[in-house]
């Protein structure tokens, strides 16, 4: 991170290398003021029902009760993961015959969800639930919410719901468009705060974001993130190609997300999970990890726990940041932070991604030298580089 210096000469601060609120815009729920952070199950577990089967990654009441004693166990809670979210695959086939209700399965949720949220309560974390606001759920799983707004917004109020991630499968993007602002207003109307996390622009061939930002708290503008660097890398751009629309319309209370952290799984390098995580923080994403708190490996905790990061992620100027240079396989990317110094030019996290390929030598590490003006940081004071905490360089303009 570079912070400007600055007449009274006071700096602290962090890195970023890799391979104040301002008032509340949108949906104006007083949620979400910073990115939120959490874990879900999907893509990790994605639809397991078999419990029989796989009883330790089946979607169950067992792998929740199990992962929320980890999240605080193992120190994810305390700094900042505190959404635990069971996506698709928890419901009953059908509604309740008479009441309509939504059900959980009752073999893997016994409890039932308000039992199940209490205890996610009582852990001093948030939970979340999916829905869809079309006919189904994306895995043809449950029911979706179409024709039954009110009743499953005042459900999900009644188990303590905090957290919902709204899926846009089997339903028209016309339905889509009236779906996501009246299934909004039907939660807003329970007195419940719930977070509103949309994937409406992705069921839309143009989406508008200034209509989106205006009615949810964040939402998925790419497609599903999987287990691999290439899709990591593909989100990346997804978001570079759009990066100005996204920009404009992000900010706290509402926030573009690339879909979760897959930190801590199979598929990536230690050296592509650090791009992950400070490409998410630079962004301004939700930090939503997918993948067994059992089984991540110890420096990947170390990561996922990095306090320096998060701190760039949650940054309270809440400006989301952006890709400001790319030289072959190489990308600069850039994103204004606090504090700022006394003449009012602010810090700037800036991240540094070799995606590999160099031709001379695709495996090597690439040396790269740019003006920091070329890279928008033109503070005619300089700046300190802050390389992790307490670490202190000097960097001239
Ligand atoms: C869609 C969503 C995913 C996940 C699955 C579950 O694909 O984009 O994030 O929720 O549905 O079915």
Redesign the pocket.
Known sequence: MLVPKSHLEIVLILFLSCGAFQSVHGLENGLALVPPMGW?T??RF??MTNCELFPRDCISEALIRRTADLLVSEGYAAVGYQYLII???WMEASRDRATHELQPNLNRFPSGMRVLGDYIHYNGLKFGL?H?VGEK???F?GPGAARHFELDAQTFASWGVDYV?M?G?YATEEDIDRGYPDFGMAMNLTGKPMVYSC?WP?YKSKPDYALIAKHCNLW?FA???QDSFASVIKIMSRYSNKQDVLIANAGPGRWNDP??LVLGNFRLSYDASRVQLAIWAVMGAPLIMTNDLETVRPEIKQLLQNRDIIAIDQDSLGQPGKMVLKVQNFQVWVRSVNPMNDVGDNSFAVAFVNQGGYALCPLCPQKFEVPLHRLGLKSRMGYNVMYRKFRLVQAER
């Open positions: 879900m999907f893509e994605r639809c996506d698709d695959c999916y869809d759920t994306c895995m799983r991630k899926d499968c994937s992705f998925r497609a599903d993130v879909d979760m």
